[in-house]
């Protein structure tokens, strides 16, 4: 009865059944499980844990926190639902603790005498935004395979490319290159991970979007730096 074959015939267990089929599919952990690590509630999938609408996650992408998961949204600051922004983030990233995402919500005005929110308090201040906006800078998008350093701030409207890397304790302001690595505050340009032709066919590639078995496949490939071993 070891053969997993047999036992799933002959059982009528369902999570058995269900831990048997895991077993003979192996092509890498189940997405939709919150915490893939067993017995380390630490790091998550992180779509599996999002409960506000205006943040979207991609699968495998997964989050570190060293004290509590559910810091990741307690660290999307200013997200207000009647701004409307958006925070995308693509499959397969790696983000580490205490990164933070400043929205558009934190946004006050730059270019007026003041930059106080006087509207906010009302008893006769109520109109001082009459005719006036805020800035927006529009939604924050996360390629695939980005992986964000402890401690980085990515501040509104950015987009950071596939592939990107963000040094720890980084505040972004600028949007991010494809496979390019970023450090520092503001966050400038450290290197680009591979040359240019490269990229391109990275990008063209775009081997996030495989099916589980073909990435399953490639692992070696992936987890290597030579291009022309990929296999169907
Ligand atoms: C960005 C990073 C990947 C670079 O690693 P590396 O390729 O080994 O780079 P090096 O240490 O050789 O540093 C290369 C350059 O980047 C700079 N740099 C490295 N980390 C930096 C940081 N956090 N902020 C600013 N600059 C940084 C170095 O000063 C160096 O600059 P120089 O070439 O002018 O001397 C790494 O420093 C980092 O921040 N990793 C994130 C770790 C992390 O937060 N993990 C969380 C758990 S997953």
Known sequence: MN????VLYFTTDRSLLRQLMKIMRMHGPDKNEVFPLPHHHKLCFLKNII???????????????????HNFERNV????????DKLKIGKFCMIASGVSFIMNGANHLTKSL???????FGNGWEHAMDGREYPV?????????????????IMPGITIGDGAIIAAHSVVIN???PYSIVGGNP??????????????H?????????????ITRNLHVLTGGNLNLIVP
Request: hydrophobic share 35%; glycine share 6%; no cysteine.
């Open 3 to 6: 053969d997993p074959v047999i």
């Open 77 to 84: 600051k200013y997200h207000f639902e009647f701004t409307g």
């Open 202 to 214: 990275l990008l063209e590639l775009r081997w996030w979007d495989w099916s589980e078995e073909r």
């Open 137 to 153: 800078k529009g939604d924050t998008v996360i390629g695939n395979d980005v992986w964000i350093g402890h401690k980085a701030t």
């Open 187 to 200: 966050a400038k340009v450290i290197r680009k991970r591979f040359d240019d032709e490269t990229i391109d």
């Open 51 to 69: 409960t506000t609408p205006n943040i979207e996650v991609g699968e495998y992408t997964y989050y570190d926190d060293l004290e509590d998961v």
């Open 114 to 120: 003041s930059a106080y929110p006087f509207a906010i």
């Open 175 to 177: 949007n991010v290159e």
